[in-house]
């Protein structure tokens, strides 16, 4: 595969604005292992080898297991994951495919146990970011592979 453009470096203002969000969820309060989790699922429904890689190399360098790392595409039938965090991938496999579950009251109120309001405006955010990420990707064929996983408190030069 070939990459179509390098958008860090074409559109830097698309990397700015990008960034600033990844910030906020950053500082949101939000643990980075539940998010990284959220990205990896949303990365996974959405296809894109870029981002797989990435968040899949980010939670091994935390330490996260195999097992629930590979556990992750059936996490409703995997014992692996708590409560709060089977709630935001029901979360964020809504907010994903929303064209087809417009999500649903049934899977909010799933959710509204374990995350507060700001919480849950948090992790919309976070979704709705891991899939502007996944979208940038696949369209301009970023090459996975290369990606290193960084200390979190430093910015990824590239992120998904």
């Not at 296809?47 to 595409?73: F, P, S, T, V």
């Not at 899977?107 to 849950?120: A, G, I, M, S």
Request: charged letters at 30%.
């Amino acid at each position: 595969m070939e990459p179509r453009i390098d958008y860090t470096t074409a559109g830097r203002g698309v990397m700015e604005a990008m960034l600033g969000l990844e910030k906020y969820i950053r500082q949101s309060g939000l643990e980075e292992s539940l998010l990284d989790l959220v990205r990896l699922r949303a990365s996974q429904i959405n296809g894109c080898a870029y981002c797989i890689d990435m968040h899949w190399k980010d939670l091994r360098a935390r330490g996260e297991n195999e097992q629930r790392l590979y556990g992750l595409d059936a996490w409703e039938e995997s014992p692996y994951y708590t409560d709060r965090e089977r709630a935001a991938l029901a979360w964020t496999e809504a907010v994903t495919n929303v064209r087809e579950t417009h999500v649903p009251d049934e899977t909010f109120q799933k959710v509204r146990p374990f995350f507060n309001d700001k919480e849950l405006a948090d992790l919309t955010l976070a979704i709705g970011s891991i899939n502007i990420w996944n979208r940038l990707n696949i369209a301009v064929r970023t090459v996975p592979g290369s990606y290193q996983p960084v200390k979190s408190a430093q910015p990824r030069t590239k992120t998904a």
